[in-house]
């Protein structure tokens, strides 16, 4: 599976690529200067929902049609949010899930889907302005999914 981490913002890509190991094979693109022509778009329901289908859900990944002609790739991944728990009328995150960061769950169970769904001869951009993650000055963002590809790669 080839993986691309897209931003129009080269100070973002600059620490990604610094956080994320060189042994991932991961390539970091500049998309004011081109363009990546991904199989799958992986990007959050907020902008994904309205315009492809789909319904938050905390379980797992969903992935959508794009037959919109848009420009976008033919297939969009939305990721999960985390599970919760409902007590007394109030949610929390559940338990066993409150040590995982939310990037490290979106970008795990979204790359499952993907290899679940069309294998691993498929190009999938992570979209990092889709994706609530293009922050030039957070590192634990870039940490988390580093590790999170670490271990979709070794499964």
Request: charged letters at 25%; glycine letters at 6%.
């Amino acid at each position: 599976m080839k993986i691309y981490v897209t931003s129009l913002q080269q100070s973002t890509l600059d620490r990604w690529s610094r956080l994320l190991p060189e042994s991932m094979a991961i390539e970091f693109v500049n998309e004011s200067s081109c363009s990546v022509r991904a199989d799958v778009l992986v990007m959050s329901g907020v902008w994904a929902f309205d315009r492809y289908g789909g319904r938050p859900n905390r379980e797992t990944a969903q992935v959508l049609s794009n037959s919109r002609g848009d420009g976008l790739p033919e297939w969009i991944v939305v990721p999960p949010f985390r599970p919760i728990v409902e007590r007394d009328g109030e949610f929390f995150i559940r338990e066993d899930f409150e040590q995982i960061s939310p990037a490290y769950y979106a970008v795990l169970q979204s790359l499952r889907a993907v290899r679940d769904e069309f294998g691993d001869s498929v190009s999938v951009a992570l979209d990092l302005p889709m994706l609530g993650m293009d922050d030039p000055h957070d590192e634990s963002t870039p940490v988390s999914v580093a590790r999170a590809i670490e271990v979709f790669l070794n499964e």
